[in-house]
């Protein structure tokens, strides 16, 4: 059920107090790498934060990505120490205060880091020579819903609000079928995740369910749904892969070091390709360190397409009981 306007209101203030927690705790060790004392080594490891992976849980997102670092480590002798934010916002925020080096990020909460000055490009993930992946919108395969304009009126579920491939795209693709999400749905689930997206729409809470086709063939894969229930109702253009980031404070010596050591890490003889991994723990075939940044430029017109007013609008329609 939607959140009443109260328990919205605790919702809030228990994510702010959450997030303002972790900023105090990563405060602690930031004067620490800020004094100099040798950012990478044993002793003061780069700090990385990766966004919440769909679904899971925080040991089961360091576990996706620790033998990436790994193996950055034993070609490089840099230390990393892996961390993952309680929400997407988190880790922007985490990255804009200067309390971390190195982020996996979406493509939209990247950009939103990138236009705060906190964020440049490390490298994008490759699989199978392609660097995109897409969003879409999920509905019942016996629904009578043949277009997105057909959502008017529907119960629709997303998931973070700074998620590219489970809010801004769908949002976009509805702003294209002259759909204003906070008027024109019926009601709004701001569910969190994209795999709880997928529960809602199982469930019958909601009418379509808004998340990235890898996430939903991921449940498909691991027998969580039947296909044969659902059909994509719209599927969005390319969207970047998530990218690593650093923060622009970093030396440029240990950018570099970090650059190249991600690039070349699929062609280390001690590194083995289970090694490399991605999101979901999923193994990649390499990442790419000189992926243009203007790859970004679409995550970045589709984000300035939301605008504040209407991702509050949203938000409040999601509160309402």
């Known amino acids: 059920m939607p959140l009443a306007p109260n328990h919205a209101a605790a919702w809030i203030r228990r994510g702010c107090r959450a997030v303002a927690a972790m900023l105090m705790a990563l405060t602690a060790t930031a004067a620490v790498a800020d004094s100099g004392g040798g950012a990478g080594t044993a002793a003061h490891p780069l700090r990385v934060m990766l966004i919440p992976a769909d679904g899971g849980t925080a040991s089961g997102t360091r576990a996706d990505f620790a033998p990436l670092f790994n193996a950055v480590s034993r070609s490089t002798g840099l230390h990393f120490d892996l961390r993952v934010g309680q929400s997407y916002s988190a880790v922007i925020e985490a990255m804009k205060s200067g309390l971390i080096d190195i982020a996996w990020f979406g493509p939209v909460s990247y950009v939103q880091a990138r236009a705060a000055g906190a964020a440049e490009l490390l490298a994008v993930s490759v699989v199978h020579g392609e660097s995109v992946y897409y969003a879409g919108i999920f509905v019942p395969s016996d629904a009578p819903i043949r277009t997105v304009a057909d959502l008017k009126g529907k119960r629709v579920a997303f998931g973070d609000i700074n998620s590219s491939s489970s809010f801004a795209y769908q949002v976009a693709m509805m702003l294209d079928a002259g759909l204003d999400p ?88 001690t590194i083995t390709p289970d090694m490399i991994r991605g999101y979901g723990g999923k193994r990649v075939d390499r990442y790419d360190a000189a992926f243009p940044e203007s790859a970004f430029d679409q995550p970045a017109q589709t984000l300035a397409r939301i605008g504040d007013e209407l991702r509050a609008a949203i938000l409040r329609k999601a509160a309402a009981p």
């Open 182 to 269: 906070s008027r024109d749905l019926a009601s709004i689930r701001m569910t969190g995740s994209h795999a709880a997206s997928l529960s809602a729409l199982a469930e019958g809470m909601v009418d379509a369910a808004c998340l990235s086709f890898e996430s939903y063939m991921r449940a498909v894969n691991r027998g969580a749904i039947d296909p044969q229930r659902f059909r994509v109702l719209a599927r969005s253009a390319p969207i970047p892969n998530p990218p690593m980031a650093l923060h622009p404070a970093l030396a440029p010596d240990l950018k570099a070091t970090l650059r190249t050591a991600f690039a070349r890490v699929n062609e280390d003889p």
